[in-house]
C-alpha cells in the first residue's frame, strides 16, 4: 500500500470554502431586497385593488346598489386575503378603526349606497415596518402614481374622482 491517496487538500477546501462565502456575501443581500421589493408590489397591487372596488361600488349606487367594500376585498371569512407582510391572519384590507400595520389597506368606509358616504379615503400602514420595507413600499407607490397613499392617504369621490 503506497500513500497514493486521493482527495483534496486542505487549502483547496479553504479556497471553495472561501469561494462560497463571497459568493453568499453578494448573493444574500440581492436576496432580501427581492423579497421586500416583491412584498411592496404585493402591497401596491392590493391598494390598486382597493381603489378599484370602492370605485366599482360607487358605480353600482347608479343602479340602487348597496355594496360593502370590505367583504369584497377580504373575502367572506374577513381574513381569506392575507396580508403580503404579515401572512395569514392578518387581512390585507381594514376598516379604519385602528392604525393599518405595515401592508394593510386602510379603508373610512366598508359599506357604499347612494346615501353616501361622499368619498372614502385609502391609505397604506407603513409603520411597524422591519428595516426598510416601509421605504420600499412608499417608493412602490410613488412609481405607481399614489405618492400620498402612505401619508394622506388616497381619496375615492362619490362621483368615481380618486384624488392623490
Not at 412608499?138 to 394622506?152: D, K, L, Y
Given at each position: 500500500?503506497g500513500?497514493n491517496a486521493?482527495?483534496?487538500t486542505l487549502?483547496?477546501?479553504?479556497?471553495v470554502?472561501?469561494?462560497i462565502?463571497?459568493?453568499a456575501?453578494?448573493?444574500?443581500?440581492?436576496?432580501?431586497?427581492?423579497?421586500?421589493?416583491?412584498k411592496?408590489?404585493?402591497v401596491?397591487?392590493?391598494?390598486?385593488?382597493?381603489?378599484?372596488?370602492?370605485?366599482?361600488?360607487?358605480?353600482?349606487?347608479?343602479?340602487g346598489?348597496?355594496?360593502?367594500?370590505?367583504?369584497?376585498?377580504?373575502?367572506?371569512s374577513?381574513?381569506?386575503?392575507a396580508?403580503?407582510?404579515?401572512?395569514?391572519?392578518?387581512?390585507?384590507?381594514?376598516?379604519?378603526?385602528?392604525?393599518?400595520?405595515?401592508?394593510?389597506?386602510?379603508?373610512?368606509?366598508?359599506?357604499?349606497?347612494?346615501?353616501?358616504?361622499?368619498s372614502?379615503?385609502?391609505?397604506?400602514?407603513?409603520?411597524?415596518?422591519?428595516?426598510?420595507?416601509?421605504?420600499s413600499?412608499?417608493a412602490?407607490?410613488?412609481a405607481?402614481?399614489?405618492?400620498?397613499a402612505?401619508?394622506?392617504g388616497?381619496?375615492?369621490?362619490?362621483?368615481?374622482?380618486v384624488?392623490?
Amino acid at each position: 500500500m503506497g500513500s497514493n491517496a486521493e482527495g483534496f487538500t486542505l487549502i483547496e477546501v479553504m479556497i471553495v470554502v472561501a469561494i462560497i462565502g463571497i459568493l453568499a456575501a453578494i448573493a444574500l443581500p440581492q436576496y432580501f431586497q427581492y423579497i421586500q421589493t416583491a412584498k411592496a408590489q404585493a402591497v401596491t397591487a392590493n391598494f390598486k385593488m382597493a381603489v378599484d372596488a370602492v370605485t366599482n361600488a360607487y358605480a353600482a349606487t347608479n343602479n340602487g346598489v348597496v355594496s360593502n367594500v370590505y367583504t369584497t376585498l377580504n373575502g367572506q371569512s374577513a381574513k381569506d386575503i392575507a396580508d403580503p407582510v404579515y401572512g395569514r391572519g392578518t387581512p390585507a384590507f381594514l376598516v379604519t378603526g385602528g392604525a393599518p400595520v405595515c401592508g394593510q389597506v386602510a379603508i373610512t368606509s366598508s359599506v357604499i349606497s347612494a346615501a353616501g358616504p361622499a368619498s372614502v379615503t385609502l391609505t397604506v400602514g407603513t409603520s411597524g415596518c422591519s428595516g426598510s420595507l416601509g421605504h420600499s413600499i412608499s417608493a412602490a407607490f410613488s412609481a405607481a402614481q399614489f405618492p400620498h397613499a402612505a401619508s394622506t392617504g388616497v381619496v375615492v369621490q362619490q362621483n368615481g374622482r380618486v384624488q392623490n
